[in-house]
């Protein structure tokens, strides 16, 4: 967030832009609104809405602390309940190379937490969310995008300068914030990123229905440990030396899948196709290829 020194009178077109209108800027903007009224609030995101449904963004599954700032600081709840799924939990298992998840280390809740959190559809979100925040009295520029950000010195205004629909604009602010994502558009403008010395891959994919680890075992014990037996609505993640591979169920009937990895184990160059990422679950999950593989599910994208 980068916001002016002192006060001024200088004249501004809005008090806060908003760079990105993901899930951080659209947020932000909603509380915001919520908390004063008065604040004059701009989004500017790339994307133009109604975005596609399940196959849009990761970041599907929420944790309990997230899932608390949508649901009770922004009154989300009613929306969360009715248009995502409930999660159930964590889930970990350790089943590198091996056909029978029952056989293995299982970590995860057996009934629901008290605390809720959500699987939350991308896609779905940010439609409703975008539509909510114009509700609320910001304005959302969406296909809108962002060129160069001029930063105000001691107290002048900031200018954000965009494209939309072939024409440009410039939009000034006492405040500016970087919620760009990955893009990074202000670190990358004021050189703040910084090697943190581990790297790491990942891939993911969607494919059409949804993926019951409770499929995959026929042992009444293991099946009746969670109750409800529910544990395809978990984030579930099966994992190896190295990696793990993630499972998210969404409500619009797709599940969300990836690897994420250290990059010298397991190189990027050995799963950045969709063909590739199946050889190597072939290898280090068998069982849950042999799901994807027979189950007819389809691929819905591939990044
Ligand atoms: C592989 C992977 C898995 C993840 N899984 C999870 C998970 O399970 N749970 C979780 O909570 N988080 C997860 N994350 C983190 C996830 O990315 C964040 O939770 C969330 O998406 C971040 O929201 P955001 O608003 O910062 O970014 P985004 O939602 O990406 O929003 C940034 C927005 O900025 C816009 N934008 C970018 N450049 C411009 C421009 N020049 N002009 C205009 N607009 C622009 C983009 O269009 C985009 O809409 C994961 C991340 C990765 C990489």
Known sequence: MHGPDTDSDTHVDVDVVIVGGGLAGLTLALQLRQRDPSLRVSVIERQRHPVREGAFKVGE???EIGAHYFSHVLGLRGHL??????K???RFFFSDGQTQLDRSTELGVSAALDVPSWQIDRG?????LTGH????????????VVRALELGEAGAPHVVRYEQDGASHGISARWLVDASGRAGLLKRKLGLAERNGHDA???WWRVSGHVDPNDWSTDPQWLGRCTPPDRWRSTNHLCGEGYWFWLIPLSSGQHSLGIVCDATLHPLDGMNTHAKAMDWLRRHQPRVAQSLEHDGHELQDFL
Do not use: I, K, Y
Request: hydrophobic residues 45%; negative net charge; glycine residues 10%.
């Open 61 to 63: 599954s929420t944790v």
């Open 81 to 86: 309940d009715a248009e995502h799924l409930r």
């Open 88 to 90: 159930f939990g964590f």
């Open 124 to 128: 779905r979100f940010e439609n409703f």
């Open 133 to 144: 925040v114009r509700e609320a009295g910001a304005m959302v520029h969406d296909g809108a």
């Open 201 to 203: 891959n990942a891939v």
